[in-house]
């Protein structure tokens, strides 16, 4: 049998190892396929990571990449106003955005109706010359979800919704219905965040927390 250095640890190269070497790779995956140039933060971990595209050629399958983020700031709620805009703040975290995805490879954008959704991603939308965003409804994610696993396996999809204060239907629970359970899939809402979801196989993934705009306080 032969040794094998792997994330610091010496361990003996045999079938047993096979799945932490994959598991491994999964997690280098995630920013070779994105190749963002960003801080990526994991469980415990915070750093600037860059990993050769040459390790996509390693998975078996292309895993989909499902990029996911919460609203940027927007207007308050009011009696006369149950669909708030983008405060100017959040405008220009859209615009941010685009900077940071632009070259992400992104072929589909999903969002809500409501103005403060369509507002955060219309700018990439655009930029990216995508002919429409797919809207969704909060309530019935599934029909989301079963659409990406079968039109758009294998490639890189971004959907923006709410924060886990809004009750069901927001991007936590679209980030466990993808198969993400860690620690990172439960992060506090901020209007900064960015999860990079990597989904390997049908119901698992694994899940990074980026930041990208201006850095906020995670709201309580």
Partial sequence: MHLLLLSGILVRESSETEEIIMREFRKLYITAT??????????????VLFVSPSLTAIAAEPPTTVLILQHAERMDFTKTNEDPELTPEGKQRAQDLVHVLGNAGIVAVFSPKAKRMVQTVQPLAQSLKLPELTNYEQASLNTMLQQIASKYKGKVVLI???????????????????????????????????????????????????RYGKPVTPQP
């Fill in 160 to 210: 923006v919704g709410a924060g886990a204060h809004m009750g069901s239907g927001g991007i936590h629970e679209i980030i466990k219905e993808l198969g993400c359970n860690g620690p990172e899939c439960a992060a506090k809402d901020a209007y900064d965040n960015l999860f990079v979801v990597t989904v390997y196989e049908p119901g698992k993934a694994i899940a990074a927390k980026l």
């Fill in 34 to 47: 994105l190749s963002l140039g960003v801080a990526f933060y994991v469980t415990g971990i915070a750093g």
